[in-house]
């Protein structure tokens, strides 16, 4: 457990900030480039975990760039190479204060506020009779505020976002229209494999031309749920349970051990062996929704193999 990383603390040539997220830490670099680096935290309810999960930083770092790979057709991203299995290098870009969320299915959060007797998400009016995970007729955008770390992103509505200026009508038109189309994309290859994808999120950025790109992490299973698309009907139909790939499965185990979030609160005791089941859990997920093997790289010294294959690429 002890091969994880957590916490970074680089100091790269011509380097300005360095900016510490929930789990990846970015290096500005000269105001021109910015090295992400994926740790292996883990975040539920918008709370780090104790202990880190092994190989998931390399997991959602290679997930991620694989999809805006497969998405560069249809939109734009920030991405200019990744030198390490934990790292991308991206373009510099102003992000928009938002997160776009998109649901095809009433899933996790959108089926708590359903429970809880909630009709309307994010200006968005649901029908009448839902079940938890129930196919939705068209996909729907609930977007959230993006906070600061240690904040609780917060629903809102489109209609908000524009009266209060968060982001301008022409740019969110924009957001709209990149979040359905990279869902549609990411559905048509989830289908392709097996696999239904749920809901996710999507950020965005402007870069200093005024493009706007996506930025950040693209249907990984800390910002995306999978269900087995095999026996979804069938589990929906006797009101089962869907077998899932996603961070859903622990957050459900958190709710199970009395943690939500809420102030006062205790993180409950990651065991060794939960640890494991979670590494292997992302670890499947990788191999379903990419295709093929996982190749664990080195991680007898992450630290300073990320920095050596960082360097290596600057000196470029």
């Not at 776009?100 to 959060?109: D, K, N, S």
């Not at 998400?121 to 977007?143: F, M, Q, R």
């Not at 629903?155 to 976002?161: A, G, M, P, Q, V």
């Not at 006062?264 to 640890?275: A, L, N, S, W």
């Amino acid at each position: 457990m002890n091969n994880t990383i957590t916490k970074t603390s680089f100091e790269f040539p011509n380097q300005k900030s360095v900016y510490h997220g929930k789990v990846r830490e970015v290096y500005n670099i000269n105001d021109n480039l910015l090295v992400m680096v994926a740790t292996d935290r883990l975040s539920a309810f918008d709370v780090i975990m104790p202990k880190g999960i092994p190989f998931k930083g390399q997991i959602l770092n290679q997930i991620a760039t694989k999809f805006m790979e497969m998405t560069s057709d249809i939109v734009p991203n920030w991405l200019v190479a990744t030198p390490d299995p934990n790292v991308a290098v991206g373009h510099v870009c102003e992000p928009f204060k938002v997160e776009m969320v998109i649901r095809g299915y009433l899933a996790g959060h959108a089926a708590r506020e359903y429970a809880a007797g909630k009709r309307v998400l994010c200006g968005v009016t649901l029908a009448e009779g839902l079940k938890e995970n129930d196919k939705l007729t068209s996909p729907i955008i609930t977007p959230s505020t993006k906070e600061e770390i240690g904040l609780h992103d917060v629903d809102i509505s489109r209609e908000d976002i524009l009266a209060r200026g968060i982001v301008s009508e022409e740019d969110y038109l924009v957001l709209e229209q990149y979040t359905q189309a990279l869902y549609k994309r990411g559905s048509e290859i989830a289908a392709a494999r097996g696999l239904i994808l749920v809901d996710t999120k999507y950020e965005f950025g402007k870069t200093k031309e005024g493009k706007i790109v996506l930025i950040d992490e693209i249907h990984t299973p800390d910002s995306s749920r999978y269900f087995y698309a095999d026996g979804y009907e069938e589990r929906q139909a006797k009101g089962e349970a869907q077998k899932q790939l996603s961070k859903e499965f622990v957050r459900q185990w958190l709710i199970g051990n009395g943690f939500q979030g809420q102030e006062g609160q205790q993180v409950p005791e990651m065991t060794d062996e939960y640890i494991t089941s979670v590494s292997e859990r992302y670890i499947e997920l990788y191999e379903k929704i990419i295709g093929e093997p996982f190749v664990k790289a080195d991680v007898s010294n992450i630290n300073e193999r990320i920095e050596k294959n960082v360097l290596a690429f600057l000196a470029k």
